[in-house]
């Protein structure tokens, strides 16, 4: 099913992500992974894509495997190191797989980049010029934005243009990148809707269930970090268990706000591990189904 259908459909959404695994060997339990999570019904599941396109044949399987569990799947696209016919030949393929639905992505500059090399050999510069491609093949087309800011934008108004001349090449949907503060995404809101853009935005939400994520979440999404949340990672470092619980409690307390406060779509980033998912579904599932009923 397309998503923009799906979001089209409902009052709110909750959907999941799961990431390929770098190795082969590894495949077949991402894929018992990611159909684990279907069990739990979520609207849909995307599916990364690796650094320079390094995994893409496994995100093709996986989001096969969710499809094929009756879960729409979003599989992720990006256009470094990829030339034009590798580009539509993974369209065909995803495709073929009874895929309709991809996250448009430029991706990130690969560490091992060379002076001087080409890293986008299709010409395909910026995520826009992938969602033409792809709104010309038919998909249902999401795209990537950032509550704080991209963190290579030079200031909001430029990062809102960009995103705005993205959303005019054909985006069905947004994802938000994750953020802990959710007064950020209502500034962030009005901000789109002063812009003229109106459609769909999913609220990404990431369960710090980890303390030392904390940093690597502030070099991703260029993430503002409250003293709430650095305190519970502070107290719990040294207790994986409560610090799990403190997370998922955290995560939980945003999503409720955010659904109290009329945002219609929640993506969580799930690292790959069921059991967080589940605990947050268990958490969240009758308010969900208390205002799509």
């Given amino acids: 099913m397309r998503i923009a259908d799906i979001l089209n459909s409902k009052k ?34 995307s599916v990364t894509f690796g650094a320079g396109g390094t995994t893409k044949g496994y995100t093709a399987e996986i989001a096969e495997a969710i499809e094929e569990n009756g879960t729409a799947a979003l599989a992720h696209l990006t256009c470094v190191r990829s030339t034009t016919d590798a580009l539509k030949n993974t369209i065909d393929d995803l495709k073929t797989r009874n895929i309709k639905n991809v996250l448009a992505l430029r991706g990130d500059f690969p560490k091992d980049a060379v ?4 890293i986008f050999p299709s010409g395909y510069t910026h995520a826009s010029d992938l969602v033409k491609l792809l709104k010309q093949e038919g998909m249902c087309v ?6 704080e800011g991209h963190p290579e934008s030079r200031s909001h108004e430029a990062d809102i243009e960009q995103l705005k001349y993205k959303v005019e090449a054909g985006v069905d949907f947004l994802t938000t990148q994750m953020f802990f503060d959710n007064d950020m995404l209502y500034s962030f809101l009005y901000r789109l809707q002063s812009a003229g853009i109106h459609v769909p935005v999913l609220a990404g939400i990431m369960p710090i269930t980890n303390a030392n994520q904390v940093s690597r979440m502030i070099d991703l999404s260029n993430a503002y970090i409250p003293r709430k949340l650095l305190a519970i990672c502070d107290r719990f ?48 599932d009758d308010i969900i189904k208390a205002i799509n009923n």
């Fill in 12 to 45: 709110v959404t909750l959907s999941f992500e799961v990431f390929p695994p770098k190795k082969k060997e590894a495949l077949e339990s991402i894929k018992k992974t990611a159909v684990s999570l279907t069990e739990l019904k979520p609207d849909f599941i």
């Fill in 115 to 118: 002076t001087g090399e080409n």
């Fill in 142 to 147: 999401g795209g990537a934005c950032y509550p």
């Fill in 237 to 284: 470092r040294d207790s994986p268990e409560a610090m799990m619980q403190a997370g998922i409690a955290y995560a939980t307390d945003q999503i409720i706000d955010l659904i109290s406060n009329g945002v219609r779509g929640i993506h969580i980033y799930t690292m790959n591990k069921p059991e967080i998912a589940r605990a947050i579904i268990h958490n969240v």
